[in-house]
């Protein structure tokens, strides 16, 4: 960590105004609102915060995409260059592979399906607006043909259609006599189509949801709805709690279904799509206050008032559950509404018993091929198995059976007066006619004439129970494979066939799972943010719901979807549409409905409503969380501290790095927090007022140190070598005066003979052959990141092991010496050529403590070292000429390197200036590189001075010092010298305490 460096008051308003920024910027994403004290910084603040708002939307659809889209587009991005580049052709095996591939790996809800008023619909009915019979006979082909669950309308009956015809009738009627007049009255309903659209909507009231749009206050004042109101009976979501007005969207008007109609739909929900200001559809309002008057079944009228009303997907659900949603409720920042369903569902542990069960089942069907049991597996993971609308209760049902609830028979009445219809119908199915009677309705029944045949109905129950659990089952499954190529209807009906079969087998199984303690009563609930508003989590791209055409559903048997834009198979009218819900709207060019989302750059509305109703029915409803404001908040303060605290005191790698955590482990926060709690933080904010601070203090400090690393290279630079430079650059506190303490080596070397080379050539050309020896060795010392330290005339000192740390720097320095003489061996050639004189080298090398750092005064300082250790070191270059060596080491060196080092013992020498003797060594090469009889010299004659020499048998060593020489041709000055001292104390012996040391009379 270097030390800090103090922000400049210029860079620190800088740094202030980027604060005041993101935090008004702070106040307006998550408030609505500006900082009234930041709001000074106005005309700059704006585009600021747009830029961040928008780089906020880009990272939220960034994520929204990668979910589900993202994958999407690419297999059907393959599945297009595949036709077009010719690689597979349309409807091909490897096409419909791939499109099987898609179609299950899409986690869209296979029970909605989008009923188009497309190109073809208007081509066949050939008018628009449609006519309103037309709608009659979709209901009833959806309803009695398809058996689908419910449809909502994204489209507004807003008033009634044409009646010139009708009128012109009724006149008619007053002028002609009474034998015509049955007929104008027959022919006047069949011409009424409002009537007929009227008997319709009453007759499937409790499948339809109705669509109108909200205005805004300037649209709705242009409008008269003195005479808007809707039936008090049908109002859903009364205003329980006070206070929370604000919380909820509001509209002062809507362009509502004609009277005729308003007192029919008992679900109304709003379908208008509002996108952000870039026209992208990132949310959704699920309530609207809105301003009308509610009426009584007995005629009478309330004032106007602020009522609530849902959004088309939420009116949907509440269909769905049976009006089992309640009025909404504050908890903190957003708000609440329960599902209340009567009913109790397995709990998770026994759910996933039971679909771990299905999957086993499905895969052990024996006519399978791999590639169809991958798909049973996909569709499995996705499958939906309570799309029946009597599934929760069919649960509820099956644990009264298997506890024996139902074994009394009066508690079994009472229970049966309960089931739906079509749950009695199908109970009684197997039993005589009359018993049908027993049964007109849910009132509760008779029972003493009665009770024989109610006895039998009771004991077949539980099986029926079963019966209907393993359909409802298998009807989950079959919405998803019959969107699949690779099943034909043979696979299917061998598929069902094995399912069905091995389920029912099953039914300890399914009664073990079926008990009291597997039910919970669910606690589902739909919450909702600021507006009352959530943000849409799409699971796909365009077209990923199911699509038929509304032309199709109303004429044809088989119906033909299209999913992404590619046709799926045609199925039978009921296998695509029962118990589906259905959303009807229109998607023809023209008077389509398409928005922009984060998944595609345009998608129908319909299908957002589809998304919306996925979400909230899977509880998915991505909010901001109480503590959201406050959270970004702390974290956006804390880092106007920490940042610049930690960047002024790292440098700029480690800063980037301490940034990078920071930013990473905030998107890491915030990627958990949605995808797997739907907790929505800001993800850009943070992350970018890091980068933002991380450049500016960087950035900064960078031109700080340009400017600090100029003036010291150009105090430098002329007098200290590169790396010394360096690394002062680096730690500029080696500027100051002083040292530090270091295990080192410093290398000494000399030209041997300087003198007598010095007389025979002139000034100038001394100086060239200087000047050409000192490059060449000065490059092989900083080759190996030594630190060149001075020439001392013809002399180079070098160290390794500052300024840099360097552990191996023995080595360093041994290597660098070897490279020198090796150099040498072709440099004194060269020399001799180019300037007639004879030039060698000898090198010391010693290892050891050593004072570094910047010695001399303020004003002039040298970055040297110093010390005994450094003394010794050139003291053992002076000894190479007495022992004939051109590389001598202490023995502090020499350990450190002898692994691998060629060298031998020359002698145990008390330097000049020293009196205790060290052990210095010859080191010729490295020993990978010599003759094996070049190493055995230099073993053997290491085992000479020990045997010979320091065991006192000198004359003995006389001739065996004298047979070493044969080891270099015959000529070994340290063999002279052993030879030499062994007849000198062989006529004068040493004294008894003598320690074989030699004492050195010169430098």
């Keep these: 960590m270097k030390k800090a460096r103090k922000l400049s008051p210029s860079i620190l308003f800088v740094f202030l105004c980027i604060c005041g920024l993101?935090?008004?910027?702070?106040?307006?994403?998550?408030?609505?609102?500006s900082n009234p004290v930041l709001d000074i910084i106005g005309v700059v603040s704006d585009p600021i915060d747009n830029f961040l708002t928008q780089l906020e939307r880009r990272a939220y659809d960034s994520y929204i995409s990668s979910r589900n889209a993202q994958s999407q587009q690419d297999k059907i991005t393959i599945i297009q260059k595949g036709v077009l580049s010719n690689k597979f052709e349309e409807n091909s095996p490897e096409y419909l592979r791939h499109l099987d591939e898609l179609t299950v790996?899409?986690?869209?809800?296979?029970?909605?399906?989008?009923?188009?008023?497309?190109?073809?619909?208007?081509?066949?009915?050939?008018?628009?607006?449609?006519?309103?019979?037309?709608?009659?006979?979709?209901?009833?082909?959806?309803?009695?043909?398809?058996?689908?669950?419910?449809?909502?309308?994204?489209?507004?009956?807003?008033?009634?259609?044409?009646?010139?015809?009708?009128?012109?009738?009724?006149?008619?009627?007053?002028?002609?006599?009474?034998?015509?007049?049955?007929?104008?009255?027959?022919?006047?309903?069949?011409?009424?189509?409002n009537l007929q659209l009227e008997q319709s909507f009453a007759r499937y009231a409790d499948k339809i949801v109705g669509g109108f749009s909200v205005l805004s206050k300037e649209e709705a004042t242009i409008k008269d709805f003195s005479n808007v109101f809707f039936p008090a009976e049908y109002n859903s979501y009364r205003l329980t709690e006070r206070g929370i007005e604000n919380q909820i969207m509001r509209n002062y008007g809507g362009t509502y279904n004609y009277a005729g109609l308003r007192e029919i739909i008992k679900y109304n929900g709003f379908f208008n799509v509002s996108p952000d200001g870039d026209g992208i559809v990132r949310e959704i309002a699920l309530l609207n206050a809105l301003p009308v008057k509610?009426?009584?079944?007995?005629?009478?009228?309330?004032?106007?008032?602020?009522?609530?009303?849902?959004?088309?997907?939420?009116?949907?659900?509440?269909?769905?559950?049976?009006?089992?949603?309640?009025?909404?409720?504050?908890?903190?920042?957003?708000?609440?509404?329960?599902?209340?369903?009567?009913?109790?569902?397995?709990?998770?542990?026994?759910?996933?018993?039971?679909?771990?069960?299905?999957?086993?089942?499905?895969?052990?069907?024996?006519?399978?091929?791999?590639?169809?049991?991958?798909?049973l597996d996909s569709a499995w993971a996705l499958c939906r198995f309570n799309m029946s609308p009597d599934f929760e209760f069919l649960e509820s049902a099956l644990v009264l059976a298997n506890i024996g609830e139902y074994s009394d028979i009066d508690a079994f009445l009472l229970s049966l007066s309960t089931f739906p219809m079509p749950m009695i119908h199908r109970i009684l199915q197997n039993f005589e006619p009359q018993s049908h009677s027993l049964f007109p309705d849910k009132s509760f029944i008779e029972l003493e004439s009665n009770r024989e045949m109610l006895k039998k109905v009771q004991g077949s129950i539980k099986p029926v129970l079963i019966e209907v659990l393993v359909e409802n089952l298998w009807s989950g499954l079959l919405q998803h494979l019959i969107l699949l190529h690779s099943f034909s209807k043979e696979d299917l009906n061998s598929l069902k066939k094995h399912f069905e079969t091995a389920l029912l087998a099953e039914t300890d199984f399914l009664t073990s799972i079926y008990q009291e303690d597997n039910l919970a009563k669910p606690e589902n609930k739909v919450r909702m943010g600021s507006s009352s508003k959530i943000k849409v989590a799409y699971n796909a791209t365009r077209q990923g719901y199911v699509q038929y055409s509304m032309i199709d559903i109303m004429q044809e048997d088989e119906l033909e979807g299209m999913l992404f834009g590619f046709k799926t198979p045609k199925v039978t009218i009921e296998e695509a549409l029962k118990d589906r819900i259905v959303i009807l709207g229109p998607t023809a060019l023209g008077i389509n409905d398409w928005r922009?989302?984060?998944?595609?750059?345009?998608?129908?509305?319909?299908?957002?409503?589809?998304?919306?109703?996925?979400?909230?029915?899977?509880?998915?409803?991505?909010?901001?969380?109480?503590?959201?404001?406050?959270?970004?908040?702390?974290?956006?303060?804390?880092?106007?501290?920490?940042?610049?605290?930690?960047?002024?005191?790292?440098?700029?790698?480690?800063?980037?790095?301490?940034?990078?955590?920071?930013?990473?482990?905030?998107?890491?926060?915030?990627?958990?927090?949605?995808?797997?709690?739907?907790?929505?933080?800001?993800?850009?904010?943070?992350?970018?007022?890091?980068g933002v601070v991380y450049v500016l203090i960087t950035t900064y400090e960078y031109m700080m140190e340009e400017r600090e690393k100029k003036k010291t290279r150009d105090a430098f630079q002329h007098y200290v070598n590169a790396s010394v430079v360096d690394s002062v650059l680096a730690d500029p506190d080696m500027l100051k005066l002083g040292g530090q303490k270091r295990d080192m080596t410093v290398l000494f070397s000399d030209v041997r003979g300087f003198t007598t080379i010095s007389e025979k050539l002139d000034a100038t050309t001394l100086v060239a052959l200087m000047n050409d020896y000192l490059e060449e060795m000065t490059?092989?010392?900083?080759?190996?990141?030594?630190?060149?330290?001075?020439?001392?005339?013809?002399?180079?000192?070098?160290?390794?092991?500052?300024?840099?740390?360097?552990?191996?720097?023995?080595?360093?320095?041994?290597?660098?010496?070897?490279?020198?003489?090796?150099?040498?061996?072709?440099?004194?050639?060269?020399?001799?050529?180019?300037?007639?004189?004879?030039?060698?080298?000898?090198?010391?090398?010693?290892?050891?403590?050593?004072?570094?750092?910047?010695?001399?005064s303020k004003q002039r300082f040298n970055y040297t070292v110093l010390g005994d250790a450094v003394n010794l070191g050139a003291r053992l270059e002076g000894q190479t000429k007495g022992y004939g060596a051109y590389l001598i080491l202490s023995e502090s060196t020499y350990n450190l390197v002898k692994d691998w080092a060629a060298g031998r013992l020359l002698d145990l020498i008390a330097v000049k200036g020293k009196t205790l003797p060290v052990k210095i060594f010859e080191v010729i090469g490295i020993k990978k590189e010599m003759s094996a009889e070049a190493l055995r010299g230099l073993e053997e004659f290491e085992a000479a001075v020990h045997t010979y020499y320091f065991g006192r048998r000198f004359q003995e060593g006389i001739q065996v010092f004298k047979d070493l020489k044969k080891y270099r041709k015959g000529k070994d000055k340290a063999c002279d010298l052993y030879i030499e001292r062994c007849e000198d104390f062989s006529e004068n012996p040493p004294p008894d305490n003598w320690d074989g040391s030699y004492v050195a009379t010169s430098k």
């Excluded at 993101?22 to 609102?33: E, N, T, V």
């Excluded at 006599?177 to 006047?188: A, C, K, M, R, V």
């Excluded at 602020?306 to 309640?326: A, D, V």
Aim: proline fraction near 3%; hydrophobic fraction near 40%; charge should be negative.
């Design 22 to 33: 993101y935090l008004d910027h702070h106040f307006k994403f998550s408030l609505g609102k």
């Design 105 to 193: 790996s899409t986690p869209t809800s296979r029970d909605i399906v989008v009923a188009a008023i497309d190109e073809k619909t208007l081509t066949v009915l050939n008018d628009w607006p449609i006519r309103r019979d037309r709608y009659a006979q979709f209901l009833e082909r959806l309803f009695e043909k398809g058996k689908a669950r419910t449809v909502a309308f994204d489209i507004v009956f807003s008033e009634e259609g044409d009646k010139e015809a009708i009128n012109a009738l009724k006149n008619l009627k007053n002028k002609v006599g009474p034998d015509l007049s049955n007929e104008i009255d027959e022919l006047s309903k069949q011409i009424d189509y």
């Design 294 to 375: 509610l009426k009584h079944k007995d005629g009478s009228v309330d004032p106007e008032s602020w009522e609530l009303f849902g959004s088309l997907g939420l009116e949907t659900l509440n269909l769905l559950k049976h009006r089992s949603i309640s009025a909404p409720i504050s908890k903190g920042t957003y708000l609440e509404m329960a599902v209340n369903s009567p009913f109790f569902s397995l709990k998770e542990d026994s759910k996933n018993a039971l679909k771990q069960k299905l999957r086993e089942i499905l895969q052990g069907w024996s006519g399978a091929t791999e590639h169809q049991k991958l798909l």
């Design 596 to 690: 922009a989302t984060p998944t595609s750059s345009y998608m129908d509305g319909l299908e957002i409503h589809a998304h919306v109703l996925d979400n909230i029915r899977d509880e998915i409803q991505i909010l901001r969380p109480d503590g959201a404001f406050l959270l970004e908040f702390l974290v956006l303060l804390s880092l106007m501290f920490i940042l610049p605290y930690c960047l002024t005191r790292l440098n700029a790698k480690f800063g980037a790095l301490v940034s990078l955590l920071l930013a990473v482990g905030w998107l890491g926060f915030c990627y958990y927090s949605i995808h797997y709690n739907f907790s929505y933080y800001q993800f850009t904010q943070t992350v970018s007022f890091i």
């Design 779 to 856: 490059n092989l010392v900083l080759e190996s990141d030594g630190t060149l330290d001075k020439f001392i005339g013809d002399a180079v000192m070098a160290f390794w092991g500052a300024p840099l740390k360097q552990e191996d720097h023995a080595a360093r320095a041994t290597l660098t010496a070897i490279a020198m003489l090796k150099r040498m061996d072709t440099l004194a050639v060269e020399i001799k050529e180019k300037y007639d004189v004879e030039v060698a080298i000898g090198i010391g090398l010693n290892t050891g403590p050593m004072v570094v750092g910047n010695m001399g």
